[in-house]
């Protein structure tokens, strides 16, 4: 079991339209991913990942809320976002830090396609749309791959209705 666990959010971002994701290229991994990182000390899962989204891409985005939510909002007690999902991930050790865990708050988000995109280059190599289609056959980790499948999947029956 890893000794820490680190807190991330991550947003999934999704044309319900096309039923395509913005993928970036993630640098130091090589891989495919939405964008997405560390919470910053005290920060709401919420809005880290669009903090995320906005510094990795330059887009602003909004949360889409794909599954029923209880409304339990109160003067006193605000409700906040509730993510699509939250995943435990194992992020194995390497040079810089042992193995940890990322409890990864995962937030399907909506952008206006039309504004244009600003790649943090120290992180991201590359952005395109990808089909949920193409997905299966992307350099990405299979929870990913599983997470575009369920939303789109989501989508579709929403569509079907």
Not at 105 to 111: D, G, R, S, W
Request: proline letters at 6%; one cysteine or more.
């Amino acid at each position: 079991m890893a000794s820490s666990q680190h807190y991330v959010a991550t947003s999934y971002v999704y044309d319900q339209q096309r039923d395509s994701f913005l993928l970036i290229l993630h640098k130091k991994l090589g891989k495919w991913l939405p964008p997405g990182g560390h919470l910053d000390d005290g920060e709401l899962p919420h809005l880290g990942a669009l903090r995320e989204l906005l510094e990795e891409t330059g887009l602003r985005g909004t949360i889409v809320g794909l599954l029923p939510t209880p409304d339990v909002d109160t003067p006193s007690t605000p409700q906040l976002y509730t993510p699509f999902c939250v995943l435990a991930e194992t992020i194995p050790a390497n040079s810089n830090e042992e193995e940890h865990i990322h409890i990864d708050f995962i937030y399907v988000v909506e952008i206006d396609s039309t504004e244009p995109l600003f790649l943090l280059a120290s992180e991201v190599d590359g952005a395109r749309w990808i089909s949920s289609e193409e997905i299966a056959d992307l350099e990405t980790f299979e929870n990913v791959q599983r997470v575009c499948r369920a939303i789109s999947a989501l989508n579709r029956a929403h569509v079907d209705d």
